[in-house]
């Protein structure tokens, strides 16, 4: 969810509640709190998703390069 609004999407996620309980009228803030836990719930496992993700290691062959070019030159 990187680059989203949370409040829009608060937003969008409370609307989503409204129209699929029929529109019932008086129950915004009732929509609103659990769309936030809703919204709140899908960032905790993006975050998971992201923390689990391993970040790919630098490859070796540049150093081994370096080291071969100074073995070079010591020679």
Do not use: C, Y
Not at 1 to 15: D, K, P
Not at 29 to 47: G, P, S, Y
Request: cysteine-free; charged content about 35%; proline content about 3%.
């Amino acid at each position: 969810m990187n680059g989203v609004n949370l409040h829009e999407e608060i937003l969008t996620v409370a609307r989503n509640l409204f129209e699929r309980s029929g529109k019932v009228e008086g129950r915004d803030l009732d929509n609103w709190l659990k769309a936030e836990r809703i919204v709140m719930a899908r960032f905790k496992q993006q975050d998971k998703l992201t923390a689990e993700t391993p970040t790919p290691k630098k490859s070796t062959s540049t150093t081994k390069r370096r080291i071969t070019r100074k073995s070079a030159t010591k020679i």
